[in-house]
């Protein structure tokens, strides 16, 4: 059974950089697909970009400039990076398996970031 | 860019069935996925592919897709399903998209 596991700071200061790992147990990290996902407060799910390795990333156009994802397959972890943040980037940070189908069937619990001074 | 529309919420008495839309333009041509997700919980796929359920998953649930309309179909609604409901898909063009998601509640 894959479980995944959010790990980073939960608070964020506006224009600083947002840094996320999610470490994954059950499983290689190699091989598969690996997304994150986000849910604003009160708002609906937003997908940020899926990696399965080093040439094969592709993000959220809306993100796009601000996101660099990233594999250790080493540590069988895989990273988040989100640039120069506002409060709109207040959200909890979901890291999640996604099958070659588009879908995804294994989550994280879930990390609240808030960015605030 | 691709969009998904979902009601806000949909109420359903226990025993019942309950049915949430997912909108899109031309959605059936593309493949819907649903996901269950509780308060402080991470979301559960329950329907993949249109119509396909993971194994775990009570055979209640059921998806379809055709035209512009996904719809996740519960069958005798239980109030554990109470739960917010999100469909997601695919796109070339915007590539992963989530609808807005359907509170459920079980009366």
């Known amino acids: 059974q894959v479980q995944l596991q959010e790990s980073g700071p939960g608070l964020v200061k506006p224009s600083e950089t947002l840094s996320l790992i999610c470490s994954v147990s059950g499983g290689s990290i190699s091989s598969s697909y690996w997304s994150w996902i986000r849910q604003p407060p009160g708002k609906g799910l937003e997908w940020i970009g899926y990696?399965?390795?080093?040439?094969?990333?592709n993000y959220n156009p809306s993100l796009k400039s601000r996101v660099t994802m990233s594999l250790d397959t080493s540590e069988n972890q895989f990273s988040l990076k989100l640039t120069s943040v506002t409060a709109a980037d207040t959200a909890v940070y979901y890291c999640?398996?996604?099958?070659?189908?588009?879908?995804?069937?294994?989550w994280g619990q879930g990390t609240l970031v808030t960015v605030s001074s | 860019s691709y969009e998904l529309t979902q009601p806000p919420s949909v109420s359903v008495s226990p025993g019942q069935t309950a049915s949430i839309t997912c909108s899109g333009d031309k959605l059936g041509d593309k493949f819907a996925s649903w996901y269950q997700r509780k308060p402080g919980q991470s979301p559960v796929l329950v329907i993949y592919r249109d119509t396909k359920r993971p194994s775990g998953i009570p055979e209640r649930f059921s998806g379809s897709n055709s035209g512009n309309t996904a719809t996740l179909t519960i069958s005798g609604t239980q109030a554990v399903d109470e739960a917010d409901y999100f469909c997601q898909v695919w796109d070339s063009d915007s590539y992963i998209l989530f609808g807005g998601g359907t509170k459920l509640t079980v009366l």
């Open positions: 990696l399965y390795d080093r040439r094969t990333i």
């Open positions: 999640a398996r996604m099958d070659r189908l588009y879908f995804f069937d294994y």
